[in-house]
T-cell receptor, first 111, second 114 residues
């Protein structure tokens, strides 16, 4: 089982709708979870971090963490064409604090 | 106001050559990283340094040698380049090590080995 798994997509969502991105991880004791956005040809940039079970909201973005089920998701409300990018889920491995990235989900917002 | 910078941005070279990539951060961070992102966009850590000391050394060929002259700089030297080394190499930094730390990425160096 891969340490961090994401559906590679592309995920196509109409403009104005909610985009839902999912990620599962294998290390049950992981404690830190991150969502990075990467535009084509650019470097990853942090969108959200979450450490506790439940929801964390920041503007149009909501991160959701369920440690019992070992998944973390990112919701983007009122999707905009500028949200079209690859979204990387990252999890910090407990035993060595190393951050492990998923392969990313390509999101395409349809105008 | 560049936070994490890398040079060069593009590097095209022949197989067998030796090349270096430089990274500098002006954020005052203690920890720096090198990542490789392959053609399938998979981002994988190679090395991590904290205050000039190596703390993460993944299973990377020993043709790759990082050097940290001070905590604001982390360079990557690659000997005897191979076709499979073609990728985008990202430098990153964080305030410290630890599971809560956000990493800030440089713009990347696109390496093409012919």
């Amino acid at each position: 089982q891969k340490e961090v798994e994401q559906n590679s997509g592309p995920l196509s969502v109409p403009e104005g709708a909610i985009a839902s991105l999912n990620c599962t991880y294998s290390d049950r004791v992981s404690q830190s979870f991150f969502w990075y956005r990467q535009y084509s040809g650019k470097s990853p940039e942090l969108i959200m971090s979450i450490y506790s079970n439940g929801d964390k909201e920041d503007g149009r973005f909501t991160a959701q963490l369920n440690k019992a089920s070992q998944y973390v998701s990112l919701l983007i409300r009122d999707s905009q064409p500028s949200d079209s990018a690859t979204y990387l889920c990252a999890v910090t491995r407990r035993r060595d604090d190393k951050i492990i990235f998923g392969k990313g989900t390509r999101l395409h917002i349809l105008p | 106001d560049t936070a994490v910078s890398q040079t060069p941005k593009y590097l095209v070279t022949q197989m067998g050559n030796d090349k270096s990539i430089k990274c500098e951060q002006n954020l005052g961070h203690d920890t720096m990283y090198w990542y490789k992102q392959d053609s399938k966009k998979f981002l994988k850590i190679m090395f991590s340094y904290n205050n000039k000391e190596l703390i993460i050394n993944e299973t990377v060929p020993n043709r790759f040698s990082p050097k940290s002259p001070d905590k604001a700089h982390l360079n990557l030297h690659i000997n005897s380049l191979e076709l499979g080394d073609s990728a985008v190499y990202f430098c990153a930094s964080s305030q410290a090590t630890g599971r809560l730390e956000t990493q800030y990425f440089g713009p990347g160096t696109r390496l093409l080995v012919l």
